[in-house]
Structure formats: structure tokens, C-alpha cells
Nanobody, 128 residues
Framework: VQLVESGGGLVEAGGSLRLSCAAS????????LGWFRQAPGKEREGVAC????????YYADFATGRFTISSANANNTIYLQMNSLKPVDTAVYYC??????????????????????WGQGTQVTVSS
């Protein structure tokens, strides 16, 4: 399984970014795909999860209403649209895959070690 993120960068507070994650080496429909982030000096935290089976989405509280996870199943890619960005959103954002067609439905109980495959991360920096 290979996951390749792109789309990070520097943006002013209040701005938007869209991250992409291209997945290969897996049967896309058999996995849940998630976004995580890790800020300097902090633990990695979950952002959102996308169930490729039925398009269900799950979010961390801080992401609800500002971030949207979506997928282009035809090209095995998931996206994270981030709006109204804040300096506290500054972090390295990672794409991750969890095996199981309904794995994301347990989002509130999942931890990063449940995800078996990870991308290299993309830096998002939000200036004040």
C-alpha cells in the first residue's frame, strides 16, 4: 500500500487549502481512509475518516464544520478540504488507511495504531 499526500503549504489565517492523498496497492473499496495531523511538540491526532464503501464521513470535533473529507473513488484519491484555517491548524497532515469496509464507523474509538498504512505527510502552515 502506498499513500502519497500533496497540497500542503503556507496560508493566512482564514484561508483554505485542499489536501490530496493518492492511494495505490490496495483495493480501495476494502479500506477506510483517514487524515491525521501532528503539530510540533504534540501527539498525532485524528482529523477525519472516509468510508469508501458508502461515502460515510467522520470528523474530530475541531474539524466539524470547517473541514470536509471526500473521495474520487475512480482514481483512488481522497481529499481534505480545509476552510477557515487557524494558526492552531499548523501541523504535518498524514493520510492513513485502515483495512475493513466499515472501519471508519468506529472512528470515535480508533487510534492511529489501528491504521496500517501511512503517507509521508504534507506540511500545512497557517500564519496569523
Amino acid at each position: 500500500v502506498q499513500l502519497v499526500e500533496s497540497g500542503g503549504g503556507l496560508v493566512e489565517a482564514g484561508g483554505s487549502l485542499r489536501l490530496s492523498c493518492a492511494a495505490s496497492g490496495l483495493n480501495f473499496a476494502d479500506y477506510g481512509l483517514g487524515w491525521f495531523r501532528q503539530a510540533p511538540g504534540k501527539e498525532r491526532e485524528g482529523v477525519a475518516c472516509y468510508s469508501t464503501t458508502d461515502g460515510s464521513t467522520y470528523y474530530a470535533d475541531f474539524a466539524t464544520g470547517r473541514f470536509t473529507i471526500s473521495s474520487a473513488n475512480a482514481n483512488n484519491t481522497i481529499y481534505l478540504q480545509m476552510n477557515s484555517l487557524k494558526p492552531v491548524d499548523t501541523a504535518v497532515y498524514y493520510c492513513a488507511a485502515i483495512e475493513g469496509i466499515d472501519a471508519c464507523s468506529s472512528w470515535s474509538r480508533l487510534v492511529d495504531s489501528d491504521f496500517g498504512s501511512w503517507g509521508q505527510g504534507t506540511q500545512v502552515t497557517v500564519s496569523s
